[in-house]
């Protein structure tokens, strides 16, 4: 059985990624994850099945069994339960529920963006700075738009948001008129209309983390809404072509586990192999003769690294590897990313994100 209801967001807190989230970004993922349960002695899941869905489990227990028919008990207040249930991108045991039991899911392609963002937008912000300046970086997560944007372009397109006022009554984007400019309200409110012959109609309200004007970032369409401040507020804007540049680079080169080995023997440069996940699911994954450097870390001590050696970056899933080669590529060393043989791209071969994006996330129906 799954739903979305009756999640309980303090319960989802004692799992990585959730527990760095700011509380607003947990109500604005909540509808993408489902409750599910499972009675006694039901198979969960199978060893060398896809795991399309990461699995956290909440109450009750299972029986993991791995390849040499060796069982282990897991139940829910287990000390190692902090992470998705056989956190791998291919099932590596057989799990069979031993009770009543409850997993909150999330597509694991989600989470992996979630984790990649997450960890972006806090290396953008200066220790002790207030969490509430990263939640409008937080509300684009769940922007389609945003989600085809490679994540190795994450740290450039943040750094490009210029910071605007708005006071109440400015128009900020007018009907019919030529649009160039994306824009996140991080402080304030605003309200969207339309003019249907002699009458406005009003489309919806936008406050704190809402954004809008994404179409004017791929095409030159005129407006088709009218956006007004309602209040006094502070607005980040980008520019259309900052946007399309960031989209246009394209710094990330990947190597195979051989390829890696093969250059290691015939090149005068030793290869470093930088793991950029969380040191817990380090500890709980361990990748052979990788060093463990966070990608919050990584962006703090880049400086600090050996210009004699070519790294090449690892992660789970592809993206946060991708984002930690974007970083020492930028700062001058060379990097690659590490692709894993049953990877699918999370771009073009360009790395570009698609010039098409499926729909963007601001009110409904309009595109600004």
């Known amino acids: 059985m799954a739903d979305t209801d009756h999640i309980d967001l303090d319960r989802l807190r004692h799992f990585i990624p959730f527990d760095s989230l700011s509380a607003s970004h947990l109500n604005e993922i909540r509808s993408r994850i489902q409750v599910i349960r499972v009675a006694p002695a039901r198979l969960v899941f199978k060893r060398g099945q896809p795991a399309d869905l990461a699995l956290f489990l909440i109450d009750g227990s299972v029986d993991m069994t791995d390849a040499s028919f060796q069982v282990r008990h897991f139940p829910a207040d287990d000390d ?3 992470l ?4 791998y991108p291919t099932h590596t045991v057989n799990v069979i529920s031993t009770e009543a039991t409850t997993f909150y899911a999330m597509e694991r392609n989600h989470l992996d963006l979630l984790m990649t963002w997450t960890q972006a937008a806090e290396s953008m912000l200066d220790q002790g700075e207030a969490r509430h300046h990263g939640d409008w970086m937080d509300a684009l997560l769940e922007s389609e738009l945003f989600s085809q944007v490679p994540p190795a372009k994450i740290q450039s397109l943040f750094v490009q948001f210029e910071e605007r006022e708005g006071l109440l009554g400015d128009v900020i984007v007018r009907e019919g008129e ?7 309200i991080k402080q304030g409110k605003a309200m969207v209309t339309r003019q249907i012959g002699t009458r406005t109609e009003t489309l919806a309200a936008l406050t ?3 954004f809008f004007g994404e179409d004017a970032l791929i095409s030159d ?3 088709n809404a009218t956006v007004t401040m309602t209040s006094d507020g502070t607005l980040m804007c980008l520019g259309q072509q900052d946007f399309r540049d960031i989209l246009q680079q394209s710094v990330i080169r990947s190597v195979t586990a051989e390829e890696m080995d093969a ?3 015939d090149g005068d440069r030793a290869c470093v192999l930088l793991d950029v996940r ?3 699911e380090f500890k709980h994954d361990r990748t052979t003769g990788a060093r463990n450097l966070p990608l919050t ?5 880049v400086r600090n690294l050996e210009k004699d050696f070519v790294y090449v970056v690892c992660c789970d899933g592809g993206r946060r590897s991708e984002l930690g080669a974007y970083l020492l590529s930028e700062a001058g060393f060379e990097a690659y990313v590490l692709k894993h043989p049953d990877a699918a791209p999370s771009a073009d071969s360009s790395g570009a994100a698609s010039a098409t994006p499926p729909g963007g996330a601001s009110a409904p129906g309009t595109t600004l």
């Not at 998705?84 to 956190?87: E, G, K, M, R």
């Open 80 to 82: 190692e339960n902090y």
């Open 84 to 87: 998705a249930l056989d956190n």
């Open 178 to 184: 030529a649009g160039d400019t994306f824009y996140v």
């Open 208 to 210: 704190a983390g809402d």
């Open 221 to 223: 369409a005129p407006r």
């Open 263 to 265: 250059m290691s023997e």
């Open 278 to 280: 969380l040191p817990m």
């Open 297 to 301: 870390e990584l962006r703090r001590q």
